[in-house]
């Protein structure tokens, strides 16, 4: 069982398991709100697992008392997590997505 005390790095991951653990990089919400992984409900999400991004990737968006803020990924590599459900409230500073990240260049 996770604890919040814990490091949200040490949660187990759905893909590839340990081989990455070390490696993964969490995305988080900027803020307080609600969770949307795409900006409107018949739309697809914007982030998935298995998927590759880069740092200025847009994955989602935190709704906040009518507006929309996106969620930049800040981070280059392949989506290994997503550890916040989609329509649901998350607090500022909390892991939306585990990413394994990549060491290449753009």
Known sequence: ???LSGSPLSADVSLE???FRNEL???VA???????RAEKPENPFLADLG???????VVGFIRVLEKTYPVPSGVRGIIERISAEDGKMVEF???LFLVAESREKA
């Open 93 to 95: 500073n909390q892991p």
């Open 30 to 36: 900027p803020r307080l709100g609600f969770f949307r």
């Open 17 to 19: 398991g340990a081989r």
């Open 51 to 57: 998927q590759k991004v880069q740092e200025k990737d």
């Open 25 to 27: 990089r969490p995305i």
């Open 1 to 3: 069982k996770n604890s």
